[in-house]
C-alpha cells in the first residue's frame, strides 16, 4: 500500500511578497530535493482560505520502509546546507504533516484542460468510523453527479492513517476557476442529504495549485482522455 503524507506550511510575514518568494525558492530548492530523495509530489497547492500564508503538499512513497529512508536522505542534505538558501528568506515556515493512503479511485474527471489553471477544493470529512464507508459510498454520488450539476469534479479521495480517526479528504477541481460565488458551503455535496446525515463535520478550503503540483492529478486528466 502506497504511503501518502499530506504537509502544509505557514508562511510568516504572509505578505504576497514574502510567500511568492517562498514559493519560487521552495520549488527551486526543496522540490527537486524532495524528488531525488524519492518523494513524489502528487499535489501542491496554496490555500486561498483558512491560515493566511499557507500552502499543501500532497507526498507519496511507496512504502512506509521508502519513506523513512527519503526522509533520512532529506535530513542529510538538510544538514549538509542544501536548503540554506530556502532558510536565508528570513521568513516563519511552520510545519504541520498527517499520513495516509490513497482510496480506490472514484474520480469523475472529465475535463482533460490545463490543471494549473484550475481552482480546487480541498473536503475534508468527519465521521464516527460506523459511519466510514457508507460515507464513501454517498460521497460516489455526488462524483457521478456535480460534473453536470455544478462542475465539481473529483481527483483524488485519500483515508488518514493520523490525527483524527474516521476521516477523509477529497480534492475536486472547479470549472469556476475564478469566480468565488461559486464556492458556496459543502459543495459540492450540498444537497447529498445521504451524506451530510452520516458525518459529523465537513471543512472546504479553496486551493491555487502551484507550479510544481505533479503527476497524480495530471494523470487524472490524462486517462479522462483515453
Avoid at 7 to 27: D, I, L, Q, R, W
Avoid at 162 to 188: K, L
Amino acid at each position: 500500500m502506497a504511503f501518502l503524507m499530506e504537509v502544509m506550511h505557514t508562511v510568516s510575514p504572509a505578505t504576497k511578497k514574502n510567500f511568492a518568494e517562498y514559493v519560487s525558492c521552495y520549488g527551486e530548492v526543496a522540490v527537486p530535493l524532495m524528488q531525488e530523495s524519492g518523494y513524489e509530489i502528487l499535489g501542491a497547492w496554496e490555500c486561498l482560505t483558512g491560515t493566511l500564508g499557507r500552502d499543501m503538499l500532497l507526498i507519496r512513497c511507496g512504502s512506509m520502509s521508502q519513506f523513512e529512508e527519503a526522509s533520512g536522505k532529506i535530513q542529510r542534505e538538510i544538514a549538509n546546507g542544501r536548503t540554506a538558501r530556502l532558510q536565508s528568506l528570513g521568513l516563519s515556515m511552520e510545519e504541520e504533516a498527517q499520513y495516509g493512503f490513497l482510496l480506490e479511485d472514484n474520480s469523475a474527471v472529465g475535463d482533460s484542460g490545463n490543471l494549473h489553471s484550475k481552482i480546487c477544493l480541498c473536503i475534508r470529512i468527519n465521521l464516527k468510523s460506523s459511519n466510514y464507508f457508507a460515507a464513501l459510498e454517498a460521497s460516489k454520488m455526488s462524483a457521478q453527479t456535480s460534473p453536470v450539476e455544478t462542475g465539481y469534479e473529483l481527483a483524488l479521495t485519500y483515508s488518514a492513517l493520523s490525527g483524527r480517526r474516521g476521516s477523509y479528504t477529497e480534492i475536486w477541481t472547479s470549472n469556476h476557476a475564478g469566480d468565488m460565488s461559486q464556492y458556496v458551503p459543502f459543495s459540492p455535496h450540498a444537497e447529498n442529504e445521504t451524506l451530510l446525515k452520516l458525518i459529523d463535520s465537513m471543512t472546504v478550503n479553496v486551493l491555487k495549485p502551484l507550479p510544481y503540483s505533479d503527476s497524480l492529478l495530471r494523470s487524472h486528466f490524462a486517462r479522462s482522455e483515453k
